[in-house]
Every structure is written in C-alpha cells, then in structure tokens.
C-alpha cells in the first residue's frame, strides 16, 4: 500500500501490529478461560483492517475529510476484530479478561446483549485504545453471529425494502436464539454441576 495515497499515510504496518496484539490478547483470554471451565471459549475470531475505500466511503457517509486524521482519530474502527463465543457466559469471561489488561485502554462499551437493538441485533461491541490506535471489538455468541449474518444479507438485498412482516420475523428470530443462547447456558451449567459432585 502506497503510503503518499493511502489514508492511513505510513502508519498501516503500525496498525497491522496493534490488530495482531490485539488477537493475541484475545488468545490469551480465551486459554486463561478454558484453563478455569475446561472448554474453549471462542468458536472462531476475525480481524481486519478496514479497507482504503471502505474507510474513505464512511468518512463520506460521516461527512468528515478524508484524512490520516479521520481515519485514526475520529473513527474508531479502522482496526476492527470479531470475537465468537460458544456460550453467553463466555462473551463476558472474554469482555472481563480484555478489561482487566493494563496496556488496553476500554473507551467505550455498547452492549446490545443486555440492550437489544430493536431489530434484535445482539452483541457486545468495544471501543478500546491500544498503543495508541483505537479498535473495536464485537463479541458474540455463534447464534448471534449466525443472525447478524443473516440478517446482513438479507438487509442488502435488493428491492427488499422496509417490510414490517421481515422485521417482525427477523426480531421473532433473533429472539427464539436469544432463548436457545440461555438454554445452552443452563445445560453446561447443569453438566459442570454435576462434573463438580463427580
């Protein structure tokens, strides 16, 4: 990538090693966990650096210059990774893990499990600061991460439009998983219970 033309000017390879750290923190979260239950907590995580044009189209959308300045300061997912949990209790082992880390700055938390959006978008989404670039880190469970694919395609699809049937049935969806997140909950909790007395 041409540092003169690109919007983060030199500094994507300073960004590249925030995002891999990052991914490492995450690791170590997720090996301290199943060092304390015995099970892997993440499912599977993404990562990535927000492309060029991506970044240049939200500056955009935001009506904020296209500058090294926009991208690194004034947005704050330039650096971006997905975090998918097996269990609900996992998203906040995680969230607990990446908060208690001395080198990690948390500047903001959403969370859309405990406050769902009203389409039935379920995560938790974090603002964090990290040798200092700003990134955000969703956490979800595999049923939420299932939805908001879902849902994603679905809402970009052409001529779909704003139908109040498609939004009751993707909010009746999301929440019939939502149901199923809490079941599972109780099943490994029921089974470590029982390990417990073994």
């Not at 079941?183 to 029921?190: E, F, K, N, P, Y």
């Amino acid at each position: 990538m041409e540092a003169e033309n690109s919007i983060y000017g030199g500094r994507y390879p300073e960004m590249e090693a925030v995002m891999n750290s990052l991914a490492e923190d995450i690791r170590a979260a997720a090996k301290t966990v199943k060092e304390n239950t015995g099970m892997n907590p993440v499912e599977h995580l993404k990562y990535r650096i927000k492309t060029e044009e991506s970044m240049r189209e939200k500056c955009r959308r935001h009506g904020i210059p296209e500058t090294e300045e926009s991208a690194l300061e004034t947005i704050h997912d330039a650096i971006g990774l997905r975090v998918v949990c097996t269990f609900l209790d996992d998203v906040f082992a995680i969230r607990d893990y990446l908060f208690s880390l001395p080198d990690l700055e948390v500047v903001n938390e959403k969370d859309y499990i405990r406050d769902v959006k009203p389409n039935g978008y379920r995560s938790l989404h974090l603002i964090v600061r990290k040798n200092g670039y700003y990134a955000e880190i969703q956490i979800r469970t595999i049923s939420m991460d299932t939805w908001a694919a879902l849902e994603h395609q679905i809402r970009y699809k052409k001529n779909v439009g704003k139908s109040a049937l498609i939004f009751d049935e993707l909010k009746r969806c999301a929440d019939e998983l939502a149901s199923t997140d809490v079941s599972m909950q109780i099943i490994r909790a029921a089974i470590n219970e029982k390990d417990d007395r073994s």
